[in-house]
């Protein structure tokens, strides 16, 4: 286990989740008491600076415990992607005084959801209708926003949008005047990880909720996208370690499972999954904290890899379980669908193939 998931956090996070991710699959929620008691660890967005009252960690160590709460529980590390990306977006543009207001309050326990998706605009971003605009000392923000994962929980949302010419985001709480959330019934993955979509109809807040700059959609994706590649890590390790188990304990045709070549072949490619998909977060991580300039295509392939990893290997573990990887509830089950998921978000597959055979004709040719 990683030097963080042997951490106090880690064993707080253990301790809180227990045995209870199957109940909150099967219901589709999260207990608010679990969020709040996360949130107010600091652990739902681990890279808030300890000034804020944050954990202050690195993206490598971030990384490392987004994986072990994403190998607990699918939906939580959702909501943790989430609220942190809702916490990067302040932390990299906001004032100090927009800092000091919001991360303090990601930091102690409120919850928080990013809102970029919309009907016509899900891949391709820059086809969002989402308009934010200036009146006095308020901006108004109109839109529709789909699959707005926390938001049936989020007392803020950070929805992006346009504004004049360009870009921006701007923090809604979801208790204002013209924003109506309606969680998404029954998603295939992630169950209780409170999807839903938000209208905003002439939605009013003040000025100082408007954050901007050049880049900030593509910064906020690449977090988010090396987020979700380490839950993909964590998808990885629970599903090696159930099949392992199972392999090494059930018996057929006179033997353990795992003396059967075809079933060992299973076990061998799981793990290579686990391994390349770690070695290629942490490559990616590193990037984030050195700010080197190809970190965006490191996130991007961290990504991609991760999440056909984290696909392929699901599925691996179901067929090994046989009847027990079929049971609804049960970890592998919800790893096989919470995975699927993995490879359409933050970038489908294909948007992060068209971009990389971009990157690779820049390099290569």
Known sequence: MSEVADSEVADMVTAVVGDRA????????????????????????????????????TSLCAGELTAYVGSLCGSLRSVMTAQGISAWTVQRFGSPAQQAAYLTRLAFGEVAGVA?????????????????????????VDGHK????????????????????????VVVPTSATGVAVERVPDPLACRAA???????????????????????VDSALTYGRLSVAW????????????????????????KRLADHQLVARQLAELFV?????TRVCEHASRCWDAGTPDLVTAALLAKHLCAGHAARGASSAVQVLGSAGVRDGGAVARAYRDAKAMEIIEGSNEICQLALAEHALGVWS
């Not at 002439?202 to 100082?208: E, F, H, I, L, T």
């Open 194 to 216: 409170g999807h839903a979509d938000v209208r905003l109809d002439s939605v009013r807040v003040p000025a100082d909720c408007l954050l901007g700059g050049v880049g900030l």
């Open 146 to 169: 789909v699959w707005v994962t926390g938001a049936a929980y989020a007392d803020l949302l950070v929805v992006f949008g346009r504004y004049g010419g360009g870009a921006a985001a």
């Open 22 to 57: 199957d109940g909150w699959d099967r219901a589709g929620r999260l207990p608010g008491d679990v969020l709040r008691e996360l949130g107010a660890k600091g652990v739902l967005c681990p890279q808030v600076p300890a000034e804020y009252g944050g954990l202050g960690l």
């Open 231 to 254: 839950g993909c890590v964590g998808i990885l390790r629970a599903c090696l370690s159930a099949t392992a188990r199972h392999a090494k304990s059930r018996r057929q045709f006179g």
């Open 273 to 277: 999954a686990e391994q390349a998909a």
């Open 116 to 140: 970029f998706s919309e009907p016509d605009a899900g891949s391709d971003l820059s086809a969002m209708v989402t308009r934010i605009r200036d009146d006095g000392d308020s901006v108004v």
